[in-house]
């Protein structure tokens, strides 16, 4: 892969509940001039899927006690509390603040959750666009995580379809020749916070196109492949 496009799409109108996210992508896709071809890879925000499938609830941003007991009906597990933030562990296995709850670029009064399943929610939109246009593209959702030990924020892969969320380099050589071991790479992770970068946070661009992917990622695969088995987790 020697170059790779990412493109946003802009012009999409406000979902509301039941709308078909397929047709708001491709149709503003056309529209932009960057009509969805095969072999694409589509970034879309975890808050126009929650919007679609109707995961919106009724919150007072002032009322703590309000916010704090639906953080808690979206966990499994309570990680660390400190004041207004949550670490909790989600349905999903995400860990996250607040349980992936969020307040911003929805209607006053009203907060945010979680997709159910966002593997589910990306395979309905993939087979959604080869159902309805013919083109056979990747789907990542997205969302925006902190990450322990690091400041700062980016998107990282909540839900998959048809592109894997890891590419498992283990026993293949690396630049010399020595063979490697350990090396797992969160590619959907990788293109979810590459294509925030035309999305934006506050510029209402709510899907990207990445193009020119390497075609061997392309494959069924989940979220849940990003998920470290407690296990495996040396802070558990």
Same mark, same amino acid.
């Given at each position: 892969?020697?170059? !790779?496009?990412?493109?946003?799409?802009?012009?999409?109108?406000?979902?509301?509940?039941?709308?078909?996210?397929?047709? *708001?992508?491709?149709?503003?896709? !056309?529209?932009?001039?960057?009509?969805?071809? /095969? @072999?694409?890879? &589509?970034?879309? $925000?975890? =808050? %126009?899927?929650?919007?679609?499938?109707?995961? !919106?609830?009724?919150? /007072?941003?002032?009322?703590?006690?309000?916010?704090?007991?639906?953080?808690?009906?979206?966990?499994?597990? &309570?990680?660390?509390?400190?004041?207004?933030?949550?670490?909790?562990? $989600?349905?999903?296995?995400?860990?996250?603040?607040?349980?992936?709850?969020?307040?911003?670029?929805?209607?006053?009064?009203?907060?945010?959750?979680?997709?159910?399943?966002?593997?589910?929610?990306?395979?309905?939109?993939?087979?959604?666009?080869?159902?309805?246009?013919?083109?056979?593209?990747?789907? %990542?959702?997205?969302?925006?995580? @902190?990450?322990?030990?690091?400041?700062?924020?980016?998107?990282?892969?909540?839900?998959?379809?048809?592109?894997?969320?890891?590419?498992?380099?283990?026993? $293949?050589?690396?630049?010399?020749?020595?063979?490697? *071991?350990?090396?797992?790479?969160?590619? +959907?992770?990788?293109?979810?916070? +590459?294509?925030?970068?035309?999305?934006? =946070?506050?510029?209402?661009?709510?899907?990207?196109?990445?193009?020119? !992917?390497?075609?061997?990622?392309?494959?069924?695969?989940?979220?849940?492949?990003?998920?470290?088995?407690?296990?495996? /987790?040396?802070?558990?």
């Amino acid at each position: 892969m020697s170059e !790779l496009r990412i493109i946003a799409i802009p012009g999409m109108a406000e979902i509301r509940r039941g709308d078909e996210i397929a047709v *708001h992508i491709a149709d503003a896709a !056309l529209a932009n001039g960057t009509p969805l071809l /095969d @072999g694409d890879c &589509i970034v879309v $925000t975890q =808050k %126009i899927v929650s919007k679609a499938e109707g995961r !919106l609830v009724r919150l /007072d941003e002032t009322d703590v006690a309000a916010k704090h007991a639906l953080v808690r009906s979206e966990s499994v597990r &309570i990680i660390r509390q400190r004041g207004d933030l949550i670490i909790s562990e $989600t349905t999903h296995g995400f860990i996250c603040a607040n349980a992936g709850i969020d307040l911003s670029n929805v209607d006053d009064g009203y907060a945010a959750l979680l997709p159910i399943d966002s593997d589910r929610s990306a395979h309905y939109i993939r087979n959604a666009l080869r159902a309805r246009y013919n083109v056979e593209c990747a789907i %990542i959702v997205s969302d925006t995580f @902190g990450r322990p030990w690091r400041q700062g924020l980016t998107d990282v892969a909540i839900g998959v379809s048809g592109i894997g969320a890891i590419v498992d380099l283990r026993d $293949t050589p690396d630049a010399v020749g020595r063979t490697l *071991h350990v090396t797992e790479v969160a590619i +959907a992770d990788e293109i979810a916070s +590459a294509a925030e970068l035309v999305m934006g =946070k506050a510029s209402g661009i709510p899907a990207a196109i990445v193009r020119g !992917l390497d075609q061997s990622w392309f494959r069924e695969s989940s979220a849940r492949e990003l998920v470290r088995p407690a296990t495996d /987790d040396l802070f558990r």
